[in-house]
Nanobody, 120 residues
Framework: QLQLAESGGGLVQAGGSLTLSCTAS????????MAWYRQAPGKERELVAD???????NYADAVKGRFTISRDDAKNTMSAQMNTLKPEDTGVYYC??????????????WGQGTQVTVSS
């Protein structure tokens, strides 16, 4: 069974930093795309950043210059370094992966989410 596990959320003051991590597990042949999404209270889930296999990351305008994502395909992990955090960055952050399984089927997998709260 394919799974994503996130860690690293928490409470931080505005201007501070947090690092999120995501680890994929299961019968993985290839992870095509990994991404971070977030959902603030009362708002729709939105893309924060994504990174394709062997490609460069793409960032939402709201986080450009402050967030950096990277992935380690050997370990099936992705991380997000979030700097200069703002109260509007508050929300539940979800890891997402587009995964091709060992049986060569394609799956869209979500993590359970991790809370990030930025106080003003």
């Amino acid at each position: 069974q394919l799974q994503l596990a996130e860690s690293g959320g928490g409470l931080v003051q505005a201007g501070g930093s947090l690092t999120l991590s995501c680890t994929a597990s299961g019968s993985i042949f290839r992870i095509n795309v990994m991404a971070w999404y977030r959902q603030a209270p009362g708002k729709e889930r939105e893309l924060v950043a994504d990174i394709p296999s062997g490609g460069s990351p793409n960032y939402a305008d709201a986080v450009k210059g402050r967030f950096t994502i990277s992935r380690d395909d050997a370990k099936n992990t992705m991380s997000a370094q979030m700097n200069t955090l703002k109260p509007e960055d508050t929300g539940v952050y979800y890891c997402y992966a587009d995964i091709t399984s060992q049986s060569l089927n394609n799956f869209h997998i979500w993590g359970q989410g991790t809370q990030v709260t930025v106080s003003s």
